[in-house]
């Protein structure tokens, strides 16, 4: 039986196991018959909207210098573009485009809260970013035309860079493996490996799907924010068994011990980490195109939903995951902590993180707890009805 993953011959534990952040791998023909979750005109009208974020990067060979324009572009500027050397980048195509979501569930054996986005770059012969990393792993679809990918060498903050480019590139840098791409061909890089794709043609369209790893300084500043934000002002250092101080200038072991312990039993809150993890791993990428809430669905209009669309759709750019609790299970959704505890609630939770739509069964089969999360996540936008959707054509 084959894999419904893209991983070829290979079995899911094997990559894990032996590349998973650990090495490159090729594999040709891991999608058969690709078709691109959108055509070239269709990415660059995406390019044009104002809420989708774009890049256009050239390259001028014989001055070696990189330029870098951002998004939205103007229809016109397309046709002022050089012949060669220069490419389009268009993050989160999957916030807009069904189909690019659906090939980030391609890859649905590395969880969902990991996964960033599906950027997709068209490019021209010469076309590509300049040698770099990224602090992130990432497979590489080659949609149409070739591109060559090099790579070799790790790197992090303190490898040297250009300073005179808009975009990170790595100086001198040597390339040690060469490949190049065809249609329906996959390559995974994991983070901090240097890496340069140069277009050999001039229709290359790839697609990245990049995942996401919050860093340690953020990690650690948001923690203590949010334990911050729950503990009273009045919960301070105590010393009741104080002893009388032989130097008065010393800050003594017992109190720096007793401090160090104070913050500990808060940094030591499994359930607190819990429900802070989840909504910080579930934070939409854009936050200022999230909805604030401030509109109000009853019972009776959630049912007038299903009535009218039959159907409700989970939107494109939101986050969701759960994780069990101590009764029942906690859902976050857009950077959002709801406490679960009925066993109807918690199967559509499951299935909601799972992106599939709400059917009129779902809400035949739900108790009130469900129909609460239900109308809650229409008022936070995270669902939808199908009616408002906007389709990708509108893009063109």
């Known amino acids: 039986m084959s894999s419904p993953f893209p991983l070829g011959d290979m079995s899911v534990e094997t990559f894990l196991r032996d590349y998973w952040q650990k090495k490159p791998l090729v594999i040709r023909n891991a999608f058969t018959d690709f078709q691109p979750p959108v055509s070239a005109d269709e990415l660059a009208g995406l390019a044009c909207e104002e809420d989708v974020e774009s890049r ?3 390259f001028d060979p014989e001055a070696d210098q ?39 569930r391609r890859f649905n054996f590395i969880p969902n809260w990991r996964v960033d986005d599906l950027m997709i770059s068209y490019a021209v012969q010469g076309g590509g970013v300049g040698p770099h990393y990224d602090n992130y792993d990432v497979f590489l679809i080659q949609a ?31 390339a040690e493996e060469s490949v190049e791409l065809h249609p329906g061909d996959l390559l995974y890089l ?23 790893a919050p860093a340690t300084h953020e990690m650690l500043r948001s923690f203590s924010d949010y334990l911050g934000e729950r503990i009273g002002h009045d ?14 200038g010393l800050i003594s072991e017992e109190a720096l011990s007793r401090a160090h312990q104070l913050l500990l ?37 959630l049912r007038g939903f299903f009535d009218e669309n039959g159907v409700l759709l989970i939107n494109e750019g939101s986050r969701l995951a759960w994780s069990a609790a101590e009764s029942g299970l906690l859902l976050f959704t857009d950077g959002h902590c709801r406490s679960l505890d009925s066993a109807a609630a ?15 069964d779902d809400l035949d089969a739900a108790d009130a707890q469900s129909v609460q999360l239900l109308c809650r996540l229409l008022e936070q936008g995270i669902l939808y009805a199908e009616d408002d959707s906007e389709n990708a054509e509108d893009f063109d």
């Open 235 to 248: 919960e301070r250092y105590s010393d009741p068994d104080l002893t009388a101080a032989e130097d008065a």
């Open 66 to 104: 990189w330029n870098m324009e951002q998004g939205p572009f103007d229809e016109a500027r397309f046709g002022k573009l050089p012949p060669r050397h220069w490419t389009l980048l268009v993050q989160a195509v999957d916030h807009w485009v069904p189909a690019a979501g659906e090939l980030l």
């Open 265 to 301: 039993a808060k940094l030591q809150d499994k359930q607190a980490f819990r429900e802070w993890f989840g909504s910080l791993v579930t934070e939409p990428k854009y936050p200022e195109q999230s909805q604030d809430g401030d509109t109000t669905v009853s019972d009776d209009e």
């Open 56 to 58: 256009l990067i050239a």
């Open 144 to 174: 149409s035309g070739t591109r060559r990918w090099e790579f070799g060498g790790w790197y992090d903050e303190h490898s040297p860079r250009r300073d005179d480019a808009p975009v990170m590139i790595l100086p001198e840098w040597q």
């Open 346 to 360: 918690m199967r559509l939770a499951k299935q909601l993180c799972h992106y599939q739509p709400v059917t009129q």
């Open 190 to 212: 994991p983070p901090r490996l240097g890496h340069n794709g140069i277009a050999l043609t001039d229709d290359c369209m790839t697609c990245s799907v990049g995942f996401r």
